[in-house]
Every structure is written in C-alpha cells, then in structure tokens.
C-alpha cells in the first residue's frame, strides 16, 4: 500500500510541474525597425571613434550585416548566430526585431532574431553604431558601423553659350 501511495505521489508531483507554465518566459513587444535599416560594417579596434564607413570596394574584405525594411537580413563574410567572421560564408533571411521583458533580467532590452537562429541576440543602436551580441568580453559582441554611400563628385556646369539677338523683321 506504501509502494502505491508512493507511487500516486510522485505521478501528482510529476503532473503538477509539468503543467506548470514558466514564470521567466519572454515577453515580445514589436519594434519599429527604421533604425536598423541600412548597410552595415562590423569594425575592430576602433571602439568609440568618429571613424565613417563609406561604400565601395574595400568592404569586400569585412563582414556586412545588410539589413532591409521588409525584414531580410543578409550577412556577407560571416555568420550570423553564432558572431562568426568567414570569408566563405554567407547567411541570409527574414528577421525579428523586438523588445523582451523577462523578470530574470529586470527591465527590457531589444532583440533581433534571424529565422535561422534558435535565440534572439541583444541588438543595441546609437546613431551609426550598431552592438551586436552579450556583453564586454572580447569575443561575446560585434560593433558594426553604419556604412555610407560613396559619393560622386558632382559635374560641374557648363556656361550657356550666349546666342546673338535675332531682328525679327528681318530673321537675321
């Protein structure tokens, strides 16, 4: 009778956890996406710097995060989910921006998720900087630069050439 009692107890115990919903899941508020729009260029070394990425050739030699209103993300150079710099790979698709609020961290921090990705990753953007990943230590987070268009030098104009006035009575 013990072993039966037993038993029943730990099946109620077993039902009773297993229907119990997590406290500490994530809470998703959509986020407008306009501020990650654009063309990015993951930089090295130069944390804290006025430094402008400008379009052009020499990017083909850096990670790039392109980044669309449509909710595509394509990376050139490297991984996404796993912060991996690769010349010989590439990743792309749809993406999630959003804010989580879960209790175990205290307050909101924003998260994009590729679809490919099991986790979203802690995104922050301040102007033309863009963080990418978990905290300070070396390794855990990207720092992406907003890149520029390169611009083309304008031509300049060419002067009118005055035409002589015409007599209309005589066309001449």
Known sequence: MKKILNIISIVTLAVGIISCSKSDEEVRTPLENTELVGKWAKVENIRNSDSIIVDGPHLDTVKVMEITA???LKVSRGLFC???TDKGKN???SYEYYSVNNNDNAGTS???KLDKCGRGMPVSVQGDVLILGYGNQTGANEEYRRVKPA???????VPEVPEEPVDPGTGE
Request: net charge negative.
């Open 91 to 93: 990743q792309d698709g």
């Open 82 to 84: 796993s912060l991996t």
């Open 110 to 112: 924003n998260r994009i």
């Open 151 to 157: 611009t083309t030098p304008e031509e300049p104009e």
């Open 70 to 72: 449509e909710n595509t």
